[in-house]
């Protein structure tokens, strides 16, 4: 019996070998090289459009302390960042849409009128397809917890990043100094996303997150609500930029949204995916500054329920991200293992 099982194993170790040396191979050619310029590219997008609309707290707590606008309610001024934030996101599944069927198909066929009739068709086969797959996403369990996690972060994110300015303002300081607190949670974003992501290729994209998100609500109900002085602000703007956001944020580079989306439901379903995250973040994006305004007290400390509701939004969204990961473990004990959240949907689709 050994004589006989030998030669069977033998080419099948041989082929899995190979396999394995072709996937490095590919794992090398794809690291690096022309790929950081990509990553600085990318860097500099970021630094021309997402900056410029995270520096809104210190436009929002000039046009409040200032008076710029006679007439103009503070819920106003709070749909100016908040509109600017939610386009973004509303125009992303638009932008991605239209390039695949007008800058892919209509750039590179130039005899696009000859091979109308086939494009149309393979254009109507395609939408249906995109179509069936956000049916799939949206009744997958994991993809509902994650998309929920994100809806939840990014009201906390958002909470944060508009009202430590005017938060600063409210407890004595200069608007200079709040401008000051602005920027060190941008520098601490800077900072604190890379080594998120550089740890989450080592830990798990998901573990990482979900750690970091906690940490956000951590530090809100911990530093944010006892800042009363610049010092603390100036510490809690520092780790909480690290944090903040790690979760939804559109940046491929340096962010988790997109990757870890791959890794659950593949390539195939990642640009329906990320449309659907982007189009639902648009809501709380738009709406979640005028709530932070609604909910300031009229005496000291003004800002201390909005910093309990940030901390909040930030742990139970950890709890959504987290919620796959506990029923795949109850699913693994009864089923066995799946390779992917839609590993146990496709034997029945």
């Known amino acids: 019996m050994r004589l006989q099982s030998t030669p069977r194993l033998l080419p099948q170790k041989k082929t899995l070998e190979k396999n394995n040396l072709h996937e490095r191979l590919l794992r090398d050619e794809h690291d690096g090289g022309y790929g950081w310029v990509c990553v600085v590219c990318q860097l500099m997008i970021t630094a021309s459009t997402w900056a410029v609309n995270g520096a809104f707290g210190v436009y929002i707590t000039h046009y409040i302390s200032t008076n710029a606008f006679p ?44 091979l109308l009739r086939s494009t149309l068709i393979g254009t109507s086969t395609s939408s249906r397809l995109r179509t069936r797959l956000t049916l799939v996403l949206s009744e997958d369990r994991s993809f509902f917890s994650f998309r929920h996690g994100c809806f939840l972060s990014i009201i906390g994110y958002t909470c944060v990043l508009f009202s430590l300015p ?5 407890i004595g300081l200069t608007a200079h100094q709040g401008s000051i607190l602005g920027a060190l949670a941008n520098l601490g974003m800077a900072i604190g996303r890379p080594i998120v992501g550089y740890f989450s290729d080592r830990v798990g994209r998901l573990n990482m997150v979900m750690s970091a998100t906690l940490l956000a609500g951590i530090w809100c109900l911990r530093f944010w609500t006892s800042g009363t002085s610049y010092s603390a602000l100036l510490a809690f ?23 870890m989306l791959a890794d659950g439901f593949g390539v195939k379903l990642l640009p329906s995916a990320l449309s659907i995250i982007w189009t639902i973040s648009a809501v709380p994006s738009a709406f979640a500054e005028a709530m932070a305004l609604g909910l300031r007290r009229t005496q000291a400390p003004v800002y201390l329920d909005v910093q309990i509701f940030a901390g909040c939004m930030f742990i139970v969204a950890t709890l959504f991200l987290g919620a796959p990961e506990i029923q795949r473990e109850k699913d693994t004990q009864i089923n066995g293992p799946f390779p992917n959240p839609m590993a146990r949907q496709g034997s029945t689709r």
């Open 71 to 114: 007439g103009t309610s503070e819920i106003a001024y709070s749909f100016i960042g908040g509109l600017s934030q939610s386009q973004i996101l509303l125009i992303a599944p638009l932008v991605t849409h239209t390039t695949r069927l007008f800058g892919t198909l209509g750039l590179s066929h130039h005899g696009y009128f000859a």
């Open 166 to 170: 005017d938060n600063a303002v409210r």
């Open 237 to 259: 703007s520092i780790l909480g930029g690290t944090t903040i956001g790690t979760c939804w944020a559109t940046n491929a580079a340096s962010r988790m949204v997109g990757p």
